[in-house]
Structures are given as structure tokens and as C-alpha cells.
């Protein structure tokens, strides 16, 4: 489940952005859709933990993150929120299995080989547990982004852009592919990007205008 109240953010020096209020539950997707000066990268990492609001909550799993120290979100991240970033950001110098490992020792729990091959299986991916990454294709690259988003079995999955430079045909399979997977682990899935031809895709969606506010 995530949940959102009264969520401002103000870089420095400039006026707050004013985000609407979002509600999703488990087993939802939504899309959050903006241009770009919208604020949708800053909402996604409030909803993630990676910015700290100016003011209003952001409620995971009913827990307030702005409540938590930075150990507390480092580990509640790790355990509740999988992010597939825009980048992929490996540790290049592991393989594929230990960069999936690492992501399990982060959130506080034991390394399971028996769990990252079955993922990568799933993912049609096996054959790549001991790759190097800079060995991938860029599609491996980002079906090992989405392992390791769900590696921990999140409750919660932020998806930024990721059809943002694909084809029709690419985008289609990603995006089923990830919200196939967020089935599988019953996770809310919330995709944030300014790609329109989604829009037919989802039917829960938050729409942002330039300034942040439900247009």
C-alpha cells in the first residue's frame, strides 16, 4: 500500500511544488504521468525515501517514512520499496548474481541463490547469473534492473521511465513484463513517466501539470 498527504517539496531557493494526494493499494498499477517540469521524478523519490518532503507524509505499508532515521529507511527501503531506475547504476565490477545478492544484504536479509536464479530464470535470465553487466544487452541490463527491484519481494514497485526510449513493440513487452512480476509478488505498482501511450494501459492514473498539481 501507498499513500500520500498533503506532499510538498521545495528545492532551494525556489517555491514548493504542491503534489496531489495519492492512494494506491495492493495489487493496484497506476500511472503517474507528467511533462517534464511536472516534479514527477522528485514525487517518485519522496514515494521511495530518497528525498525527505518539506512537508506532508508518505505512508508505506501504513508507515510514515518521514518518521524513520536514515538506518531505519535505509532498511524498511531495502525490505518494503523496489525501484527500477532509469538508469541501471550496477556495481560493474560484480556479476549479475552478486549484485542481486548485494540487494538482499542491504535490506537486512541472507543471501539466497536459490532465489536469484529462480528470478533470473523467470526473467529469461539463468544463463546470465555470472555474467559481468557491462557484458549485457540493453534489455538483459533492464530485466536485471526489475530482478533486483523484486528480489526482496517488495510491497511497493517505482518504475521511472522505463519505456521512456523503446519502440511500441519493446514498450509493450516491458511493461507487461513488470507488471507481471508485480502480480506475482502481489506488489503496488506505480510507473512514473511522461510516455502518453501508456495512458490507454493503465486505468488508475495521477496526472501532473507543470507546477505539480492534479491537472
Not at 521524478?41 to 532515521?69: I, K, Y
Not at 557484458?135 to 517505482?158: C, H, Y
Not at 512514473?192 to 494501459?201: G, N
Request: charged share 20%; net charge negative.
Amino acid at each position: 500500500m501507498l499513500r500520500t498527504k498533503n506532499l510538498q517539496f521545495a528545492y532551494h531557493g525556489n517555491a514548493p511544488i504542491s503534489f496531489p494526494d495519492v492512494e494506491c493499494q495492493a495489487n493496484e498499477h497506476w500511472l503517474l504521468l507528467g511533462q517534464s517540469g511536472s516534479g514527477k521524478t522528485t514525487l517518485l523519490h519522496l514515494l521511495a525515501g530518497l528525498r525527505t518532503a518539506t512537508s506532508g507524509e508518505v505512508w508505506v505499508d501504513d508507515q510514515s517514512l518521514g518518521h524513520m532515521s536514515a538506518s531505519e529507511l535505509d532498511r524498511f527501503r531495502g525490505q518494503h520499496i523496489g525501484v527500477i531506475f532509469q538508469q541501471s547504476y550496477f556495481l560493474r565490477a560484480l556479476t549479475v548474481k552478486e549484485n542481486l545478492a548485494m540487494a538482499q544484504s542491504l535490506s537486512g536479509a541472507a543471501q539466497d541463490l536459490s532465489q536469484i536464479k529462480g528470478l533470473l530464470d523467470r526473467l529469461n535470465l539463468g544463463h546470465k547469473l555470472n555474467s559481468g553487466t557491462n557484458d549485457l544487452s540493453v534489455g538483459e541490463q533492464q530485466r536485471v534492473a526489475i530482478a533486483r527491484a523484486l528480489i526482496n519481494k517488495p510491497s511497493v514497485i517505482l518504475a521511472d521511465e522505463p519505456t521512456s526510449a523503446l519502440d511500441d513493440k519493446n514498450a509493450e513487452e516491458v511493461i507487461s513484463l513488470i507488471r507481471e512480476q508485480a502480480e506475482e509478488v502481489g506488489a503496488t505498482l506505480m510507473i512514473v513517466t511522461h510516455d502518453t501511450r501508456l495512458k490507454a494501459v493503465f486505468d488508475k492514473q495521477v496526472i501532473l501539470d507543470p507546477i505539480g498539481k492534479t491537472a
